[in-house]
């Protein structure tokens, strides 16, 4: 067990509709990251927040958006979805503390039908 | 940028036999590599890491891998193959910039056969 929990586990859904993923870090890491795993796509970094701010960006759609709350939990909201957001989201979490090593969650998996 | 290439998406093995799985690595500054496992319906967990301390890494479940900069590369070994260690495999890495977001390779799948 890592220590960062995501919710739901599985989720299924239609063409055209909005989701929201949740993520809570481990107990003191402050660092955030959210990744996509597809068939087609490998594992991708889409998006950092740290300490409630976006740190960095990476292949994140423009229909796809996150936030940190102040109690460091992170929220991935993908809208407008299409068949090919069907992946495995993974949150991580890390201190961000130079070498930092980030910890998985399990990954909500997504089934856009 | 930084990029990862994992030679080899299926290796087999028998068990007992070694495990060596490969990874290069290509960054514009000294990076940080990790190597991280996927057992089915699981999330990333991870086996080792290296930020330029020593050049051998040694991880969890009896695997290691060796940094060697002159030949960008930082493949993952392990002396003898149980049936357990059938999952996928990934490398990563990091650069020390503003994000330290991971980028992966492609994955290596390992099975063992008995």
């Known amino acids: 067990d890592s220590g960062v929990t995501q919710t739901p586990k599985h989720l299924i859904t239609a063409t055209g509709q909005r989701v929201t993923l949740r993520c809570s870090p481990r107990?003191?890491?402050?660092?955030v990251y959210w990744y996509q795993q597809s068939l087609d796509q490998g594992l991708q970094f889409l998006i950092q927040?740290?300490?409630?701010?976006?740190?960095a960006k990476g292949n994140i759609l423009e229909r796809f958006s996150a936030q940190q709350f102040p109690d460091l939990h992170s929220e991935l909201n993908l809208s407008s979805l299409e068949l090919g957001d069907s992946a495995l989201y993974f949150c991580?979490?890390?201190?961000?503390?130079?070498?930092?090593?980030?910890?998985f969650g399990p990954g909500t998996r997504l089934t856009v039908l | 940028a930084q990029s990862v290439t994992q030679l080899g998406s299926h290796v087999s093995v028998s068990e007992g036999a070694l495990v060596l799985l490969r990874c290069n690595y290509s960054?514009?500054?000294?990076?940080?590599l990790f190597w991280y496992v996927q057992y089915p319906n699981q999330g990333l967990q991870l086996l080792l890491k290296?930020?330029?301390?020593?050049?051998l890494v040694k991880g969890i479940n009896g695997f290691e891998a060796e940094f060697k900069k002159s030949e960008t590369s930082f493949h993952l070994t392990k002396p003898s193959a149980h049936m357990s260690d059938a999952a996928e495999y990934f490398c990563?890495?990091?650069?020390?910039?503003?994000?330290?977001?991971?980028?992966f390779g492609g994955g290596t799948r390992l099975m063992v056969k008995p």
């Open positions: 991580a979490s890390s201190d961000s503390r130079g070498s930092d090593t980030q910890y």
């Open positions: 107990s003191g890491d402050l660092s």
């Open positions: 927040y740290y300490n409630g701010e976006e740190r």
């Open positions: 960054s514009s500054v000294p990076p940080y």
């Open positions: 290296y930020t330029s301390a020593a050049t």
């Open positions: 990563a890495v990091s650069e020390n910039n503003a994000g330290n977001m991971l980028t």
